[in-house]
């Protein structure tokens, strides 16, 4: 069980480039969600899921666009990569039922836009 | 959701308990409280939560007041490994789409030798 998984771990890209983050999860969870944190910051959360075809966004989602094809994968992309996108990026996934369920996070992946 | 406040940090000596407050003076009658931490940048864990009744488990302890205004977490015996920034996060509880996390800039507990 390896729980949540984001690729790549580190990443650079230049201004005008494009990319995806990627975050995979083996809990049939139907909730997923992406936030980001910058320097000594609290999350913020960029988009969320409630299950396959279904998006929403969260607090900031200007410059990013998320799909959910799948139950396991939500990947979350930068359409044209700003240096104001330089963050730490984190997926989190729950399950939506049983009561209150706690929230489980990947490791993170540290994106630096030059 | 409810506002919270939490001190910015903390220093407790390993071995003893560290007590991390929390205001959340705007509390709802549905709100609940839980705890995450992040150590060293690393994804947030989740530690407990309650309502209004004192909670633990095996990696701490919640106390909240009777008027639900403020909680207090408890690590009992901290160690070096707790470091971490603790999260104080209140939100109606459940499972329903608009039950999202909000985090804060939390408290940065050091614990020293």
């Known amino acids: 069980n390896a729980g949540v998984t984001q690729t790549p771990k580190f990443q650079v890209l230049k201004t005008g480039q494009s990319m995806t983050l990627q975050c995979a999860q083996d809990m049939n969870h139907e909730y997923m969600s992406w936030y980001r944190q910058d320097p000594g910051m609290g999350l913020r959360l960029i988009h969320y899921?409630?299950?396959?075809?279904?998006?929403d966004q969260g607090e900031v989602p200007n410059g990013y666009n998320v799909s959910r094809s799948t139950t396991e994968d939500f990947p979350l992309r930068l359409l044209s990569a700003a240096p104001s996108q330089t963050s730490v990026y984190f997926c989190?996934?729950?399950?939506?039922?049983?009561?209150?369920?706690?929230?489980?996070f990947g490791q993170g992946t540290r994106l630096t836009v030059v | 959701d409810a506002k919270t406040t939490q001190p910015p940090s903390m220093d407790c000596a390993e071995g003893r308990a560290a007590n991390l407050p929390c205001n959340h003076s705007t509390i709802s009658g549905n709100e609940y409280v839980y705890w995450y931490r992040q150590i060293h940048s690393q994804g947030p864990q989740y530690i407990i939560h309650?309502?209004?009744n004192n909670e633990t488990n095996e990696m701490a302890s919640l106390i909240i007041t009777e008027d639900r205004k403020s909680s207090t977490l408890i690590l009992p015996h901290a160690t070096l490994r707790d470091t971490a920034v603790y999260y104080c996060i209140v939100r109606v509880a459940g499972t329903g789409t608009a039950s999202k996390l909000t985090f804060g800039t939390g408290t940065r507990l050091q614990v020293t030798l």
């Open positions: 989190a996934s729950r399950t939506l039922t049983g009561g209150y369920t706690e929230a489980f």
């Open positions: 899921s409630v299950g396959a075809g279904i998006t």
């Open positions: 309650g309502l209004k």
